[in-house]
């Protein structure tokens, strides 16, 4: 995951101030980096560093950046390290003036994209796929910018939802898949901004609000909006995973509302997977939708029982293991009062490498739960993501070598159950589908919409640079 954020104002009032507070919105999308690059029609200034939104940037920071036009980013690696060389927007100086690129997901053929470049005499800087899309793009032959991006797409496979700004203007592209969201909305001063998810859009007080198709090129510049369709929409394959887990539940895409399609997948759990209980405990934030949901249909009460400290991220986001331990025990703690003498029916969005669910569970138990079943609202992730999910290898992934029961034993909890793929895809689509899933499933049955036998690795770029 990543989030990026692009604007384009008439009368540049504040421009790097409503990036910031566009980024804020996408926090959630990636906490190792984050960078605000801005063009007054001539000069492109640009500020980026690992860390927090908050962290990266204050006053002082942000005054500098002045001008018409912005794109920003926040970054969670899935190609490259997490340190700050991989920070994004990447800015360069052209023959056709300042061109910078932020980048949402991954291409499984960077690594002969990066070595094509190599072999013409291109020098890197960082380990990303972002550089080497900023790059191609520079080289292209193409009258303007949208040529240039139309003649170097078609070389891209895989995900990507990008925003790109030069002296005059900022472009916004979605793979024509369409694995990343990316939305565009009127800004209230006339001007137009685009970004990952509509809760950022909403962040700005947005009207207007439509999201850029797959395969579109759409062209921000003051108050016009251009759009360009360049690619017939082949399979759609919206990220499932986005539903159950990555967007912020106030956005809204691919047709359907993140909150209501979590509040759905907890129904379904609870018809598919019934358990005689006393209390329905959420695993916050992501599952609490998910949590009302099942209690609604199996009239087990809802009720808080672990309770999260918020300013620490995400422990999934956190690129490295060790980090990602640590994470679980200063992040919860169990509620005894709601929990003492009861059986608990534990809601969480996925099970990924195992490392969260355990010390929950024993959380739980220690608080006086008399049982604790788990219910988890996706299938059994079996098959790594090569889309901008970092979830690892496969050898990574706790459902790639154990069965439902081994897990359950591993655990530690009563019993466990995941929901089915169908009952999956329903709840995502909800009540009227607008024709077929049009869903990327390829994590849950190993059926990638595009090839990944070439697929990087995280770390495979990281190459003599240290
Ligand atoms: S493999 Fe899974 S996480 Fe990756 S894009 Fe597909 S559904 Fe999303």
């Known amino acids: 995951m990543c989030g990026v954020l692009g604007l384009s104002t008439p009368h540049g009032d504040g421009v790097a101030s409503m990036a910031f507070f566009g980024l804020y919105a996408l926090q959630h999308r990636g906490q190792e980096a984050a960078g605000i690059a801005v063009s007054d029609g001539q000069r492109a200034r640009l500020h980026k560093d690992a860390g927090l939104v908050a962290n990266v940037f204050n006053p002082d920071r942000l005054a500098p950046l002045t001008g018409y036009h912005a794109i920003g980013h926040t970054r969670y690696s899935t190609?490259?390290?997490?340190?700050?060389?991989?920070?994004?927007?990447?800015?360069?100086?052209?023959?056709h003036g300042p061109m910078a690129l932020a980048h949402n997901g991954n291409l499984v053929n960077a690594p002969a994209l990066r070595a094509e470049l190599l072999s013409r005499g291109f020098g890197l800087t960082a380990s990303s796929d972002t550089e080497?899309?900023?790059?191609m793009l520079t080289s292209a032959g193409g009258r303007d910018w949208e040529e240039r991006l139309e003649r170097t797409l078609?070389?891209?496979?895989?995900?990507?939802?990008?925003?790109?700004?030069?002296?005059?203007?900022?472009l916004a592209a979605r793979d024509p898949w369409g694995f990343r969201p990316l939305s565009i909305g009127r800004l209230p001063d006339g001007g137009w901004a685009a970004a990952s998810e509509t809760c950022a859009l909403l962040t700005l007080g947005c009207s207007d609000v439509a999201e850029v198709e797959p395969g579109e090129i759409v062209t921000l510049q003051g108050s016009e909006?251009?759009?360009?369709?360049?690619?017939?929409?082949?399979?759609?394959?919206?990220?499932s995973f986005e539903f159950v887990y990555f967007s912020r539940p106030d956005s809204t895409w691919a047709g359907s509302n993140v909150h209501h399609a979590r509040q759905r997948l907890g129904e379904r759990l609870a018809a598919e997977s019934p358990v005689d209980a006393d209390v329905v405990v959420p695993v916050p934030d992501s599952s609490i939708p998910a949590a009302i949901g099942y209690s609604h249909v199996s009239g087990v009460p809802f009720n808080d029982g672990l309770i999260k400290n918020r300013y620490i991220g995400r422990t999934f986001i956190e690129p490295a293991q060790a980090q990602r331990q640590r994470g679980v025990a200063l992040k919860f703690n169990a509620l005894a009062e709601n929990l003492a003498g009861k059986r608990?029916?534990?809601?969480?969005?996925s099970l990924v490498r195992g490392t969260t669910a355990g010390p929950l569970v024993k959380l739980?138990?220690?608080?006086?739960?008399t049982e604790v079943h788990l219910r988890i609202t996706c299938p059994p992730i079996t098959h790594a993501c090569h889309f901008g999910v970092d979830m690892g290898h496969d050898g990574d992934l706790m459902a790639a070598r154990h069965d439902v029961e081994e897990i359950r034993r591993h655990i530690g909890c009563d019993s466990l159950a995941f929901l089915s793929l169908a009952g999956m895809l329903a709840a995502i689509a909800g009540p009227e589908p607008a024709g077929g899933s049009g869903l990327c499933t390829a994590c849950f049955t190993g059926d990638y919409p595009v090839p990944v036998e070439e697929a990087p690795v995280k770390l495979a770029f990281e190459g003599a640079l240290r």
């Open 344 to 349: 608990v029916v534990m809601i969480d969005d």
């Open 225 to 239: 909006l251009r759009r360009r369709r360049l690619f017939a929409s082949g399979r759609p394959a919206h990220c």
């Open 154 to 170: 078609p070389a891209w496979k895989g995900a990507y939802s990008l925003v790109i700004l030069t002296h005059d203007r900022v």
């Open 79 to 95: 190609t490259g390290g997490s340190g700050a060389r991989n920070a994004q927007p990447f800015l360069v100086e052209t023959m």
């Open 364 to 369: 739980v138990r220690d608080a006086g739960a």
């Open 132 to 135: 080497v899309m900023t790059l």
